[in-house]
């Protein structure tokens, strides 16, 4: 059964820096990873898709790369901004029409 | 266009009444999905259907009832909910493309059963 962990669970940090969120996954038999943000009571937007045969995805400020070896994908966000504050959810798929088993997200906060 | 949307945005219904949720896109996607989300916990499957057909149902209690009357729109049939079914409703679509699989996520409905 896939398993998706997220670190950290939360993340405070001051306007300006770069900083880096994990997700980690148990079976890499997945077909893409994607990334999501997500605001208080709002629905999910995607930021980056990132395909199994591919390293990394950029997106403005984002950088998302997946080791699908290891298991592991990061999101690097540059120059961070208050607006992004939020929470990042990552979530595998196995393919069409199959579930996305989602992490349980990391809460970012960026200080002004 | 590359929007998923999904009516009403909240609903408060009482534990006899029934209701529906609807999601709609025009993407041409052929995968629907709904999500279940509580409060601080990450979206959790419910149904999926492929092709106007339902694929998955991960256990649903049968108070929940999903209609894909056709390949843009999903319903979600609400009937003698309980309490604890309160959440954010999201309905999410897919294409069927072997190098995308991408889900795009409608803005939820916010249910509230009293």
């Known amino acids: 059964k896939q398993e998706v962990t997220q670190i950290p669970a939360a993340l405070s940090v001051p306007e300006g820096e770069n900083l880096v969120l994990n997700c980690s996954f148990t079976?890499?038999?997945?077909?893409?990873l994607q990334w999501f943000r997500q605001d208080p009571g709002k629905g999910l937007t995607s930021l980056l898709l990132?395909?199994?045969?591919?390293r990394e995805q950029t997106s403005g400020r984002l950088n998302a790369s997946l080791d699908k070896s290891s298991g592991r994908s990061t999101l690097y966000i540059a120059a961070s901004q208050p607006g992004d504050s939020a929470t990042y959810l990552c979530?595998?798929?196995?393919?069409?029409?199959?579930?996305?088993?989602f992490g349980p997200g990391t809460r970012l906060s960026v200080l002004p | 266009d590359t929007e998923v949307t999904q009516t009403p945005k909240h609903l408060v219904m009482g534990m006899t009444n029934k209701k529906s949720l609807k999601c709609e896109q025009h993407m041409g996607h052929r995968a629907m999905y709904w999500y279940k989300q509580k409060a601080k916990k990450p979206p959790e499957l419910m149904f999926v259907?492929?092709?106007?057909?339902?694929?998955i149902n991960e256990s649903v209690p049968s108070r929940f009832s999903p209609e894909c009357p056709n390949s843009s729109l999903l319903n979600l049939h609400l009937h003698a909910l309980q309490p604890e079914d309160s959440a954010l409703y999201l309905c999410?679509?897919?294409?069927?493309?072997?190098?995308?699989?991408?889900?795009?996520f409608g803005p939820g409905t916010r249910l509230t059963v009293t």
């Open positions: 999410a679509s897919s294409q069927d493309r072997s190098d995308s699989y991408e889900q795009y």
């Open positions: 079976d890499s038999a997945i077909y893409n």
């Open positions: 259907y492929s092709y106007e057909k339902l694929s």
């Open positions: 990132i395909q199994s045969s591919q």
């Open positions: 979530a595998v798929n196995r393919g069409y029409g199959q579930n996305f088993v």
